[in-house]
T-cell receptor
Framework: EPEVTQTPSHQVTQMGQEVILRCVPISNHLYFYWYRQILGQKVEFLVSFYNNEISEKSEIFDDQFSVERPDGSNFTLKIRSTKLEDSAMYFC???????????FGEGSRLTVL | AQKVTQAQTEISVVEKEDVTLDCVYETRDTTYYLFWYKQPPSGELVFLIRRNSFDEQNEISGRYSWNFQKSTSSFNFTITASQVVDSAVYFCALSVSGGSYIPTFGRGTSLIVHP
């Protein structure tokens, strides 16, 4: 069964460092998303991406964040200068159509020290 | 604006008990989708079901069943004869046409099934 894969599974970084989280969406999907979940809290939408551009973003997705689809398969989330409060699980998701039926990866846990 | 409320923060049951997880949603859109996701202790989000706003038929899948009632804006999830492997956090989510169908998640209900 096709799945969304994310790397790394866990990354520890120092405050102020840049981090790139990588995702390989399901191959025939056209819509891509990043969500985050601070430990024990709700799953929050960050950004959606379609047709090589951001289609929606939340208040959380400020100038420190960026997304990119550098080739036909990868979808990345970059945090330019990490803060302690960026520590969370980051989930990538993809969907075939704009129906909200998202398929999530296993998440990348980011710990900022 | 859309909103999902899962009032039960944590539910604890003994194996083989039936358990219902509540989900109440708010939206002014007439076209929307409702979802349930499971997050086991390993952390990933597993898609369980999607329903659209025009289909109020209840659904059963093995020990899982879902009761969608537009009159009460609820989309409840029942696990029959619960098992220890059902222990997880369960999230209800809503996506609406006015929100570009981007799911908004509830806060989740942690289900603990004791042997």
């Amino acid at each position: 069964e096709p799945e969304v894969t994310q790397t790394p599974s866990h990354q520890v970084t120092q405050m102020g460092q840049e981090v790139i989280l990588r995702c390989v969406p399901i191959s025939n999907h056209l819509y891509f998303y990043w969500y985050r979940q601070i430990l024990g809290q709700k799953v929050e939408f960050l950004v959606s991406f379609y047709n090589n551009e951001i289609s929606e973003k939340s208040e959380i997705f400020d100038d420190q964040f960026s997304v990119e689809r550098p080739d036909g398969s990868n979808f990345t989330l970059k945090i330019r200068s990490t803060k302690l409060e960026d520590s969370a699980m980051y989930f990538c998701a993809s969907s075939a159509g704009n129906t909200g039926e998202l398929f999530f990866g296993e998440g990348s846990r980011l710990t900022v020290l | 604006a859309q909103k999902v409320t899962q009032a039960q923060t944590e539910i604890s049951v003994v194996e083989k008990e039936d358990v219902t997880l509540d989900c109440v949603y708010e939206t002014r859109d007439t076209t929307y989708y409702l979802f349930w996701y499971k997050q086991p202790p390993s952390g990933e989000l597993v898609f369980l079901i999607r329903r659209n706003s025009f289909d109020e038929q209840n659904e059963i899948s093995g020990r899982y069943s879902w009761n969608f009632q537009k009159s009460t804006s609820s989309f409840n999830f029942t696990i029959t004869a619960s098992q220890v492997v059902d222990s997880a956090v369960y999230f209800c989510a809503l996506s609406v046409s006015g929100g570009s169908y981007i799911p908004t998640f509830g806060r989740g209900t942690s289900l603990i099934v004791h042997p």
